[in-house]
């Protein structure tokens, strides 16, 4: 498709169809074939097997070996395959070996891959399992096509996408599969011709003229090493290759990545404090229990039940970190497994979702500088594409997305000739570092200076039409050939789509290909619900698998860049590793922030959740998805089911410890997990729908009902699209072929459509999930409960930073958000209390999603336990009786494993004390502001239906100097709950002193057991405190209040003594009469 075709605006429901500033477009250049296949071991063809097909050594992953290479590796080999190491095995015609399994009248395992061949012209037929109108989608029913597609704007051959399927080339699957060439050395064990023939059941003539032609080129091989190492160190073993490509193969065949355990001596001890808390508990609660107080029943009873629940939440929080763990990636492994020097790339395409909605509280030049990250990424061009979503059709995003996408012409090819990070020009323009650290090019220093002044031209044209846009034209808005703006009014337009960037025409300032950057506003309508962000980012699932069907999706937010530019590589060690990859949904990647003032008054790096929370839930079953920087596998989106292992389908150990293991003897189990695996790896060499035969319908479906799914149950399912429908069965992406650009973009015009999803599953099994504010958890939940993990992936360099509210009010806000959307799901069918007990979710992880939910709920007994300190200050009363040293002990044994079970997290998390303390003050401040309040609305809006309205998080930057927007006040009722607990606690403090003051030495005894509890909720609300009281020029906040406290101690201390009034005079006033009276 041309980049510049201009814009496409329309609507399915109104069937309009419009092009704007059309100029002309292109038509999709044929592709070339690639080479036969070659063995990736010795360097001849692979040839075919009995039946005259392929011969494919490893049904698991395909990866090319010819027979003899096969035979060996199976007789004197470690008998297994070099990529994927699943063993081999055995095939018709091949001598059975020892470790064999025992097969009833079958010589090969045919039904592994299921190669069908087509006749005539593109002859396509559906393969589909299901029957009649059942929809039931899962792994059964995903299918790869051999047809590998050009990308839409593309009109060449793009690395990484096979030929037309065709009965030569079906052994070229394997993603690893690349170009070899057969004249250089293999690092890797061959057949040794030295030993009988016959030991491998292969001694025929051409076999013997094989070895000989292959005794020939070692021999050719070892010369050319030989001569470029003379001393003989080059050489291992006499296999004719160097020890560093020798590594390097090894390298290649290793797994992308590793899990780095924690140290035992931290994690064990970490668990046994646990366990010992837990037992703490235990008898705490028995002595509180069975010691009541029965002059404050009432204070002793609300403090015991605030005190449960606590525990409660401790232990939903504390047990899904039972299991923590780090990962490791290595990027040269995957370079050399996928993305070799010279050849084509084999790395998945991946489209990039970026959501915005309102540009006057989501700067412009914010989303640009995202967008620029994400096309200087550290990755294959013709393999990323861009997606920037304006839900709120504003024509100032647009144009400022046009300018974006010419300026990204001069800053691309400067990010990758000089290797620069962050690619974020904003930011990397103002990074207080030496910019000159590992420069060598003598050019760099002009360059930087002319590609500084050219971003501050492109941010002077940005705030022009920021400034522009204030204020709205009665008229409307008007595009420069005097079109009208299609959505001048953001409830009432029509969907619109624009390329700026893409193969044809999208060239850099050296001429070098761009990754495709599409504008899409979807369709709005009065009475249509559009469900918010949720909605926007299924729309953008459905317009990107229309237009390039990137086989991984990754989103983030309009204010998050990609901070390292080899993120995407980051996130595909995990998702095209061979034994991760087919299970994993998601890899999220840590938030990370700038902006945020140095002592991080608000807790807004949230470090806890991210370094510690996460990092525990990552051994169990994956991290829960949090919204932003998540690459996704788009077939999870589509609500199919992972390609499961014999070890993921055993039950767990609770299941084993209460019903017994399934495994019931080794024949029978092993039928049936043969028969799952069949089921779940059927697969298609052919793309499921013809294009041509679509209207018509599919033929032969009659004949075949008994296996195959109707088109009505899929539309049912995804929608009346059967492109769409087509692309979600190509596993690995690509398009459908003989298309043109006009139909996909008439396409795509149509799944945008306000009334696509009417009577579909969108949002509700498919995509992102409806029913929440926070679409992030629902999401996640639903994926992890079919039986998919996801991963936690945190590279020394941050993958992505972003903007936090700084400002108090503006984080409660965001806060109140946040804990509005557990309520939500707490009150919904999809609750993780009762939900998903059929699925494959496990029970930690459950425990996880629960805690995620019911956290709001901990404000009530929160806001009443500090409350508790207070009442006892002004009664004189308190909630534990008089202990004795037995019970002492207990509470002291509490408080040292509650600061142990901290100390020791922060020990194999690597975060700072700093970063706990302001984790627990703000949980508190949140808890007693924003939760309460998220709790009562919820209650409303799901019981009465009364709905509150979301509001957009602010990023706008510090334009009135360094962390100013830290101190402005901002006036909300969610500060009302704080402030009085704040008030109340002061004058308990000033209360109970002054009490005890008139009252005499015994009465100071008690008061410092009341007095620990009430400065224990002023201690974890002065961060709030300060909020409220701004910018202290000279004096500090702190110094105000102990100065109001010591003023009225003092105060209360100096009525007491009163020095002025001698002995005589005050027994006088109080009617007293001494010895002289």
């Not at 995990?574 to 087919?582: E, I, N, S, T, V």
């Not at 919820?938 to 990023?955: C, P, Q, R, W």
Request: charged content about 20%; aromatic content about 10%; some cysteine.
């Amino acid at each position: 498709m041309a980049t510049n075709a201009g814009m496409v605006a329309g609507s399915h429901n109104r069937n309009e169809f419009v092009m704007i500033r059309h100029e002309g477009e292109q038509g999709i250049k044929p592709q070339k074939n690639l080479k036969d296949q070659v063995c990736q071991i010795c360097g001849d063809t692979v040839g075919l097997s009995a039946t005259g097909d392929i011969f494919v050594a490893c049904n698991e992953c395909a990866f090319p070996v010819c027979r003899p290479c096969y035979e060996y590796e199976r007789k004197d080999g470690n008998q297994c395959c070099p990529q994927c190491k699943t063993r081999y095995k055995r095939h018709k015609g091949s001598p059975r070996v020892e470790g064999d399994d025992e097969e009833d009248d079958v010589d090969d395992l045919d039904d592994e891959f299921n190669y069908n061949q087509a006749s005539g012209k593109s002859v396509q037929q559906w393969q589909l399992h299901g029957q009649d109108e059942d929809v039931e989608l899962s792994s059964s029913s995903r299918h790869e096509a051999h047809h590998r597609i050009p990308r839409l704007t593309s009109g060449q051959q793009i690395s990484g996408e096979l030929p037309d399927a065709t009965p030569d080339r079906h052994s070229i699957r394997s993603p690893s599969s690349g170009h070899v060439d057969p004249n250089m050395p293999v690092p890797v064990r061959i057949v040794d011709p030295s030993r009988d023939l016959n030991s491998y059941g292969l001694n025929s003539v051409d076999w013997k003229e094989r070895v000989e032609g292959w005794k020939l080129k070692q021999e050719k091989s070892t010369t050319q090493i030989t001569n470029k190492y003379p001393d003989g160190k080059g050489d291992m073993e006499g296999t004719g290759s160097n020890g560093e490509d020798l590594q390097m193969a090894d390298d290649s065949r290793q797994p992308l990545s590793r899990i780095v355990p924690i140290p035992s001596n931290q994690l064990n001890l970490y668990r046994v404090v646990i366990i010992l808390r837990l037992i703490i508990l235990c008898f705490f609660f028995q002595y509180r229990v069975t010691h009541p107080v029965h002059d404050a029943y009432g204070l002793w009873l609300t403090s015991v039940i605030c005190e449960i629940w606590f525990a409660l939440s401790w232990l939903l929080d504390q047990f899904p970190k039972w299991y923590p763990i780090n990962r490791e990636t290595f990027l040269d492994r995957l370079s050399l497994r996928f993305d070799r020097d010279g050849e084509p790339s084999q790395l998945a395409p991946i489209d990039i979702f970026v959501s915005t909605v309102d540009p006057l509280k989501e700067p412009p030049l914010v989303t640009a500088n995202t967008v620029l990250s994400i096309l200087a990424v550290d990755y294959p061009v013709d393999k990323v594409s861009c997606y920037v979503s304006d839900d709120g059709s504003a024509m100032l995003t647009f144009e400022a997305l046009s300018e974006t996408s010419e300026f990204a012409r001069k800053w691309v090819p400067f990010c990758k000739k000089h290797n620069i990070e962050p690619r974020a020009p904003e930011f990397y323009f103002a990074q207080k570092i030496d910019y000159l650290k590992d420069k060598i090019q003598p050019s760099f220093v002009k360059e930087r200076r002319a590609m500084k002044r050219e971003y501050e031209e492109f941010k002077v044209r940005i705030n022009a039409l920021v400034a522009k846009a204030q204020k709205t034209p009665e008229e409307g808005w008007t595009m420069q050939d005097g079109t009208p703006w299609p959505g001048n009014n953001p409830r009432d337009h029509p969907g619109m789509i624009q390329v700026f960037l893409g193969h044809s025409g999208g060239l850099d300032t050296d001429g070098n290909e761009l990754p495709r950057l599409v504008y899409v506003s979807r369709e709005k309508r009065p009475g249509f619900q559009h469900h918010k962000k949720a909605g926007a980012m299924n729309a953008l699932i459905r317009v990107s698998a229309v237009l390039t069907n990137g086989a991984y999706l990754l989103n983030v937010d309009c204010d998050h860049y990609f901070n390292n530019s080899k993120a995407l590589k980051e996130a595909m060690c995990f998702m095209m590793d061979p034994a991760l990859g087919k299970k994993t949904c998601y890899v999220q990647f840590p938030q990370r922030f700038d902006g945020i003032d140095l002592h991080d008054r608000y807790a807004n790096r949230n470090i806890v959740f991210f370094d510690i929370n996460l990092k525990g839930l990552d051994g169990i079953q994956g991290p829960v998805y949090v919204g932003t920087g998540c690459c996704f596998n788009r077939q999870a989106l589509y609500g199919y089911d992972p390609l499961l292992t014999e070890a993921d389908l055993e039950p767990n150990i609770i299941f084993k410890s209460c019903c017994g293991s399934r495994k019931k003897g080794r024949g029978g189990n092993k039928s049936y997990i043969d028969r799952k695996r069949a089921v779940k790896r059927t697969e298609s060499t052919i793309p499921i729908f013809n294009m041509e035969d679509m209207d018509e319908g599919i033929e032969g479906y009659d004949d075949e009902r008994s296996l195959l799914m109707s088109q009505k149950s899929l539309e049912k399912r995804f929608g009346q699209s059967p492109i769409f429908i087509a692309s979600t069965f190509m596993e690995q992406g690509g398009i459908p072929p003989s298309t043109n650009p006009a139909s996909l973009l008439k396409e795509a015009i149509h799944v945008i459509s306000c009334g696509y999803e009417d009577k579909t599953e969108w949002g509700k099994e498919i995509g992102w999930i409806y029913g929440s504010v926070t679409e992030d958890i629902l999401t996640g939940f639903k994926m992890h409960a079919r039986g998919w993990i996801s991963i936690y992936c945190m590279p020394p360099r941050p993958a992505f930073k972003g903007s936090a509210p700084i400002n108090l009010s503006d984080r409660l806000n965001q806060v109140l958000r946040w804990a509005l959307g557990s309520v939500e799901i707490l009150l919904s069918r999809h609750c993780p209390i009762w939900y998903g007990y059929s699925g494959r979710l496990k029970l930690l992880e459950r425990l996880a999603y629960i805690n995620t939910i019911v956290y709001p709920i901990t404000s009530i007994p929160l806001i009443a336990y500090c409350v508790l300190p207070a009442i006892c200050l002004l009664t004189g009363k308190f909630i534990i009786p008089e202990i004795s040293n037995y019970a002492g002990m207990w509470f002291i044994l509490l408080f040292i494993s509650i600061f142990a079970t901290g100390i020791l997290e922060l020990r194999w998390s690597g975060v700072g004390i700093e970063d706990w303390w302001r984790n627990e003050q703000f949980w508190v401040i949140g808890g007693t502001s924003a939760h309460l309040f998220a709790v009562f609305q919820g209650l409303l809006k799901v019981l009465a239906g009364i709905d509150t309205n979301f509001t957009v998080t602010s990023k706008a930057s510090d334009e009135d100097g360094e962390f100013a927007e830290l101190y402005v006040f901002k006036w909300t009722s969610l500060l009302i709950a704080p402030t009085t607990l704040l008030i109340v606690n002061l004058v308990g403090i000033v209360a109970g002193v002054s009490y005890a003051i008139n009252s005499g030495y015994q009465s100071w005894g008690p008061l410092f057991g009341k007095l620990f509890f009430a400065i224990w909720v002023i201690v974890h609300l002065y961060p709030f405190l300060k909020g409220l009281l701004g910018r202290q020029n000279r004096t500090p906040t702190i110094v105000i209040v102990w100065s109001i406290l010591l003023a009225s101690i003092f105060s209360l201390l100096w009525v007491r003594i009163d020095p002025f009034t001698s002995p005589t005079q005050k027994a006088v006033a109080m009617g007293q009469c001494g010895v002289n009276c």
